[in-house]
């Protein structure tokens, strides 16, 4: 972000209008973690003066009203054409933007690509109807030109499905392509119209000139380049300190999290010893074990963006609230899932006088709780890890 504000900085000392969008993605992954660092984000964003803002799918991961919260707090100008609320059949947000810049009205529209599935982290939010992003295009782009001297697209499409769009809508000045892997470094257009991307989580920044005709507001050419924000492009003071801060934030805002679960069960002179040191004489167990949910824990965390969250941690992997137990830091990392200690145990302290088995028993609901497994029954759950 230092970087960006620095390069934005340097635009703006030229003195030249400046159109400023982003076609989407910018919130992060589904953990409130991410969630904190995206209203830091979202509060410098907001500095930078951007002029429209597309939606993405991740722009969504928070809710609805986390969004709305932060297009209000931090004035983004959030736009969307074809995401409606299934409910009231409303768009979530303004269908579309005119921005005028050196006596040129832009119209600027966003679509979001229906195969894009909308999860969020609220089970309080509404179910979304993603409309067929060509057939609201058709609609809408000739009712914006009678507004606007330029269409510019925020596609949220993909690269196939970015083209396939301006070549069925005409009347599309420039396409600027969202959810996509591949900056565009060079001049390209299809049909009549300007292709641009500049991708990959922030760590670029595009830039087109345009040249305009004064008299009906078409665009002529453009000079495309895409700037890669690495350590050759300096930061602004300004924003490095305001990042400096946001981090100080973070670790305090982890650490209250943390402090929900404690580590203060067990004893610092035992050891888990992972799952495979119990394979050796428990063969036949341990290949039941492979086989179950239980060893697919941590992964359900990550495909779900949960991998840092306490409260998940604490259930999805082993020994979490005890000391010597599992933490994303080496050698502790290796107790991601719920392994048989989990169960059982401090492997350290194996013993044979059958407390293993009952200790096992009681700590299924532990975890298997009302709240977290409102279905659990025993008998029918020890069924499918039988051992």
Not at 324 to 340: A, E, I, K, T, W
Request: with cysteine; glycine share 6%.
């Amino acid at each position: 972000m230092a970087r960006r504000a620095a390069f934005l900085d340097s635009v703006w000392e030229e003195k030249v209008p400046v159109l400023m969008v982003d076609a989407g993605d910018m919130f992060g992954r589904r953990n409130k973690n991410e969630r904190f660092q995206t209203r830091f984000l979202s509060e410098v964003c907001g500095s930078f003066g951007m002029d429209a803002i597309g939606l993405g799918e991740m722009d969504l991961n928070y809710g609805i009203g986390f969004l709305r919260e932060m297009v209000e707090k931090y004035e983004l100008p959030f736009t969307n054409a074809n995401v409606r609320d299934q409910v009231t059949g409303e768009l979530i947000l303004p269908e579309y933007l005119i921005v005028e810049k050196n006596d040129i009205k832009f119209g600027i529209i966003s679509v979001l690509d229906p195969i894009r599935k909308i999860v969020t982290m609220s089970n309080k939010d509404p179910e979304f109807e993603i409309q067929d992003p060509i057939a609201v295009l058709r609609e809408l782009v000739p009712r914006v030109r009678e507004e606007a001297d330029i269409i510019l697209l925020l596609g949220h499409l993909g690269d196939k499905k970015h083209e396939t769009a301006v070549k069925e809508v005409k009347g599309i000045g420039i396409c600027v392509n969202g959810h996509t892997h591949r900056n565009l470094t060079t001049e390209r257009i299809i049909d009549d119209t300007a292709m641009l991307t500049a991708t990959y989580e922030g760590r670029y920044i595009g830039r087109a000139d345009l040249f305009v005709d004064d008299k009906d507001g078409q665009l002529m050419a453009f000079d495309v380049s895409v700037k890669s924000l690495d350590q050759s492009q300096p930061d602004s003071e300004e924003v490095l300190q305001l990042v400096e801060d946001y981090k100080k934030r973070l670790k305090e805002f982890q650490l209250v999290k943390r402090s929900d679960f404690p580590r203060n069960l067990g004893s610092d002179k035992e050891q888990f010893l992972v799952d495979r040191s119990c394979m050796g004489c428990h063969e036949e167990a341990w290949q039941v074990y492979a086989k179950s949910g239980h060893k697919r824990a941590f992964v359900t965390l990550r495909n779900k963006g949960q991998n840092f969250e306490p409260e998940c941690l604490s259930c999805h992997t082993t020994g979490y609230m005890h000391k010597n137990g599992y933490s994303d830091q080496r050698p502790f990392n290796h107790l991601v899932n719920v392994q048989c200690e989990a169960c059982h145990g401090y492997g350290s302290e194996h013993n044979r006088d059958g407390k293993w088995v009952t200790r096992a028993k009681d700590s299924c609901v532990i975890c298997h709780d009302k709240e977290n497994s409102p279905n659990f029954d025993y008998a029918t759950y020890w069924e499918k890890i039988k051992h």
